[in-house]
């Protein structure tokens, strides 16, 4: 069964970082990109980046630029989302999702969701 | 970055009904646009990609039409488990943008 798994809950004080997992099983995990996305409670999705799982090669939304980084393990099929200097509005749902095999950049397999509660 | 306006933002519909919604680009997308349903405490579910292609395994109730900055998601009898949320998304550009969400509500 295809699917990616993703770390627990996280709580953290404004300024801090946190780093998100996303472990894929099922599949070739260097056969697909993978995407970050959040969404805030109440609100919609918002794009933060993409991998390359092969190669390691990485973009970031402009948004995020500086305070985001990705990587890949490919040893252990995962890839992380590590979120700096947090502050309250990074309170929200971050996902991972794959890239299915197609010339569309949708996302068919998606991480269950982490909860990154930003508070003092 | 491509803004995805997605109307109405909330409905209320009956099992049966035939819905639709509208999710407007600001600039042309050509076919590059997807449909995602989400129900609460859960991860979207892919149901249209190139604006009209049914994902594998969705059932052929949902429909998608459209091209350039006009977009339509159709479910042609609502049935009980359609009662949620949907998103679409648009890949032509980078950054990947999404709409603001429609949600379906039991009349």
């Known amino acids: 069964q295809e699917q990616l798994v993703q770390s627990g809950a996280e709580v953290k004080r404004p300024g801090a970082s946190v780093k998100v997992s996303c472990k894929a099983s099922?599949?070739?995990?260097?056969?697909?990109?993978i995407h970050w996305m959040r969404q805030a409670p109440g609100q919609g999705l918002e794009w933060m980046g993409k991998?390359?799982?092969?190669?390691?090669?990485?973009n970031y939304s402009e948004k995020f630029q500086g305070r985001v980084t990705m990587s890949r393990d490919t040893s252990t099929s995962t890839v992380h989302m590590e979120l700096s200097s947090l502050r309250s509005e990074d309170t929200a749902v971050y996902f991972c999702?794959?890239?299915?095999?197609?010339?569309?950049?949708?996302?068919?397999?998606w991480g269950q969701g982490t909860l990154v509660t930003v508070s003092s | 970055a491509i803004q995805l306006t997605q109307s109405p933002s909330s409905l209320s519909a009956s099992v049966g009904d035939r819905v639709t919604i509208t999710c407007r680009a600001s600039?042309?997308?050509?076919?590059?646009l997807a449909w995602y349903q989400q129900k609460p405490g859960k991860a979207p579910k892919l149901l249209i990609y190139d604006a009209s292609s049914l994902e594998s395994g969705v059932p052929s109730r949902f429909s998608g039409s459209g091209s350039g900055t006009d977009f339509t998601l159709t479910i042609s009898s609502l049935q009980p488990e359609d009662f949620a949320s949907y998103y679409c998304?648009?890949?032509?550009?980078?950054?990947?943008?999404f709409g603001g969400g429609t949600k379906i509500e039991i009349k």
């Open positions: 999702a794959r890239v299915p095999q197609r010339a569309a950049v949708v996302f068919d397999i």
């Open positions: 600039q042309g997308i050509s076919s590059a």
């Open positions: 991998i390359n799982p092969s190669v390691g090669s990485i």
């Open positions: 099922g599949y070739t995990f260097t056969s697909y990109y």
């Open positions: 998304q648009q890949f032509n550009f980078y950054p990947l943008t």
